[in-house]
C-alpha cells in the first residue's frame, strides 16, 4: 500500500513522526515522504540526525494554515495526521491554542485533503477522547468527529478518513518515564494516586497500527489495538524500586481510569484478532466491511481498569530497558 506512495506526515519530527518515518523507509518503498512541522531546528536536529534518505522531504508549515497545508498537499497520496498540542496543563492553561491546532487544524487538514484527491488520510487520536474531562481529551474527541463524518463530504471515489485511537505511549515526549528516571536521584518518586491505570503502547506498535489502519481502511473506521494496561505503583516500583514513592493527588483534567471503547461505541463496534474496530453508524457506511469482525458483547467497555492484559513489574522492566 506504501510502496510508490507519496506521503504526508504531519508532526513529523515528533516521537511518533520520527518512527513512523524510520520505519516506512526501512521496510517500503515510498515514492516520497514530506515531514511537515512548523519547527525548523527540529526538521534540522530531524535531518542531520540520520533521516535523510532521499525520499525524504521537509516542509515547514503548521496545521493552522491552510493555503501552507494546500500547496504541501499537491500530489500527495496519503496523508498521517499526528501534529497536535497534547500535553494536558498545556492545553488547559492555553484553551484557545489547543482549539485552533487540535480542531481547527483537523478542518484544515480535512478540506486541503479533499481538494488536492489525497486517497486516504489517518489520524492519531487518544484514548482521552473517550468520555474526556479535559480540554485536550475534548479537542481530540471533536477531530475524531470530524475526521469520521468528512466522509460524507468526500465523494465515492474521494479521500477515505479514518482515525486510529491508542494509549499512553512508553518513552514519548511528556512520559512520565522520564520523570520518574530523574525524581529516582533523589530517592523519592511522586505520583497522583495509587489507584491509578494506563493502557501502555511503544512507538513502534502505534507505527504498525497506523500502517495497517491505512492498508485495510474503507473509510469511517477509528482504530483501537488491544495492548496491555499497567498500575502507576509497578511502573514506579520497576524503575525505583528502592526509592520512597509520594502521592500527591489527582490533577485537574485527569482520570483515575482510561477508556479506549465506551459501552455506547461497543455497540456498533467489532473485535478482530489484534485490534477492535468501531464502525460510523452513518448511511454512507457500507455494511459488507469487515464482515469477518465479532460484535462485542452487550454492556463491553475496554478500560484501563477491567482490561484483560496487565503488564507486570518484570515486564515493565524490560520495557523500561528497551526505552532507555
Not at 57 to 70: A, E, H, P
Not at 253 to 258: A, I, S, V, W, Y
Request: glycine residues 8%; proline residues 4%.
Amino acid at each position: 500500500m506504501l510502496n510508490g506512495k507519496t506521503i504526508l506526515v504531519t508532526g513529523g519530527t515528533g516521537s511518533f513522526g520520527k518512527k513512523f518515518t524510520e520505519i516506512v523507509v526501512k521496510e517500503y518503498e515510498p515514492k516520497k515522504v514530506i515531514i511537515f512541522s512548523r519547527d525548523e531546528l527540529k526538521q534540522h536536529e530531524m535531518l542531520t540526525g540520520g533521516f535523510d534518505h532521499p525520499c525524504l522531504r521537509y516542509f515547514i508549515g503548521d496545521v493552522r494554515d491552510s493555503s501552507r497545508l494546500y500547496r504541501a498537499m499537491r500530489g500527495v497520496d496519503i496523508v498521517v495526521h499526528a501534529a497536535a498540542l497534547k500535553q494536558v496543563p498545556a492545553c488547559e492553561y492555553n484553551p484557545m491554542e489547543a482549539i485552533m491546532t487540535n480542531i481547527m487544524g483537523a478542518r484544515n487538514i480535512i478540506d486541503a485533503a479533499i481538494d488536492s484527491d489525497v486517497q486516504k488520510v489517518i489520524a492519531l487520536s487518544t484514548d482521552k477522547a473517550v468520555n474526556p474531562v479535559n480540554l485536550y481529551g475534548a479537542t481530540k474527541l471533536a477531530a475524531e468527529k470530524l475526521f469520521i463524518q468528512s466522509n460524507a463530504y468526500s465523494r465515492k471515489t474521494g479521500a477515505k478518513f479514518s482515525c486510529v485511537r491508542y494509549g499512553n505511549v512508553v518513552g514519548s515526549r511528556g512520559s512520565v518515564i522520564p520523570l520518574f528516571f530523574k525524581q529516582r536521584e533523589n530517592g523519592r518518586i511522586t505520583v497522583t494516586d495509587s489507584r491509578m491505570t494506563r493502557f501502555w503502547i511503544t512507538l513502534e506498535q502505534g507505527v504498525r497500527l497506523v500502517i495497517k489502519g491505512i492498508e485495510s481502511m474503507h473509510g469511517g473506521e477509528i482504530f483501537i489495538p488491544k495492548i496491555p494496561s499497567m498500575n502507576i505503583m509497578d511502573l514506579a516500583k520497576a524503575i525505583a524500586p528502592d526509592c520512597e514513592i509520594d502521592a500527591i493527588g489527582i490533577r485537574p483534567g485527569e482520570k483515575l481510569h482510561e477508556l479506549l471503547i465506551s459501552v455506547d461505541e461497543a455497540r456498533h463496534s467489532l473485535e478482530l484478532d489484534d485490534m477492535y474496530v468501531i464502525k460510523p453508524a452513518h448511511p454512507w457506511w457500507s455494511d459488507v466491511n469487515w464482515v469477518k469482525g465479532k460484535p462485542l458483547p452487550e454492556g463491553f467497555s475496554y478500560g484501563s481498569d477491567n482490561n484483560q492484559e496487565w503488564l507486570t513489574i518484570d515486564a515493565l522492566k524490560k520495557m523500561i530497558v528497551s526505552f532507555s
